[in-house]
């Protein structure tokens, strides 16, 4: 796995984001190195960024992803015509925006290094329905092939914890394989079922083709699965330290032979 930089109009986009969307307090979790928080901030919108790399790579993180962009640039080159290429125009552009993306990110996590958490899913440091909209992208059926279904459920779960009004994720293919998250109708059905509907959006934005569809899960009257006996894990959820507790990102450009 890649720590990314997508850009604000990128989440716009992935999002379905309208005005009034961006008058809400925001969650981005995972953010990685994306520069949503840091232009949404000089917008004046509340948004508040979470991914487990800032306990560790917090200050190096928007470097390190300018590093590792000379790496995706040659994987892009070498599969241009596995990609769409409607919102970039080419690897150069691409490359050229996600610098500029990580640079972004890297400034405001040093001016405004509280809106930028260190958290891991499936547990995350904020209090129930702390934020109205939870943004999650290219984490959860990204790596549908290495995070199994016990994850996801409890990570949708939490997010949905989280976010008082609704959770978006996007996308919904996995990307080593490009197909849709298998596992996708029974959670759909399971969240359904603690009290979470569910629905699939369309959305104007695809890179990866057939990754053009957000899960859209509302959260309005949720109430989060009640804490079991202390050592046990609610209804749903991941004991903490198990599912995805091993740092699943990789710097290539850190590679001995890189
Ligand atoms: C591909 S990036 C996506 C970043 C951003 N959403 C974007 O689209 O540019 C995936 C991110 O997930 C983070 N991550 C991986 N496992 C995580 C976990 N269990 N909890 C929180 N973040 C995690 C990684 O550190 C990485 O920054």
């Avoid at 232009?39 to 390190?64: C, M, N, S, T």
């Avoid at 109708?185 to 569910?198: D, H, K, M, N």
């Avoid at 104007?204 to 699965?225: C, K, N």
């Avoid at 009640?226 to 850190?254: E, F, N, S």
Wanted: glycine content about 8%.
């Amino acid at each position: 796995m890649l720590v990314s930089a997508r850009s604000f109009a990128e989440y716009r986009a992935m999002f379905a984001l309208d005005d009034r969307d961006l008058e809400q307090r925001i969650l981005d979790c995972p953010a990685g190195a994306a520069g949503f928080v840091a232009e949404a901030g000089r917008r004046g919108i509340d948004a508040v960024a979470a991914d487990r790399q800032y306990a560790e790579h917090r200050e190096e993180l928007g470097l390190l992803v300018e590093r590792e962009t000379v790496f995706k640039r040659e994987r892009l080159v070498k599969e241009t015509a596995g990609y769409v290429w409607s919102w970039y125009a080419d690897a150069d552009d691409m490359i050229r925006r996600w610098t500029a993306n990580a640079r972004a990110f890297g400034a405001d996590i040093a001016a405004r290094p509280e809106r930028y958490v260190a958290g891991s899913l499936p547990e995350l440091p904020f209090a129930d329905d702390s934020f109205d909209l939870v943004l999650s992208s290219h984490l959860l059926f990204s790596y549908g092939n290495r995070l199994d279904e016990d994850f996801h459920r409890a990570a949708l779960l939490e997010l949905a914890r989280v976010a008082r009004r609704e959770v978006r994720i996007f996308p919904l293919v996995v990307y080593d394989t490009g197909a849709r998250y298998e596992g996708l109708a029974v959670l759909r059905e399971e969240l359904a079922r603690l009290g979470v509907p569910s629905r699939v959006e369309r959305v104007a934005y695809e890179f990866q083709p057939g990754a053009d569809e957000m899960l859209v899960l509302s959260t309005a009257g949720h109430r989060a699965p009640a804490p079991t006996a202390p050592g046990r894990t609610a209804p749903g959820r991941t004991a903490p330290g198990t599912a995805g507790a091993v740092d699943p990102v990789r710097w290539r450009h850190r590679e001995p032979g890189a």
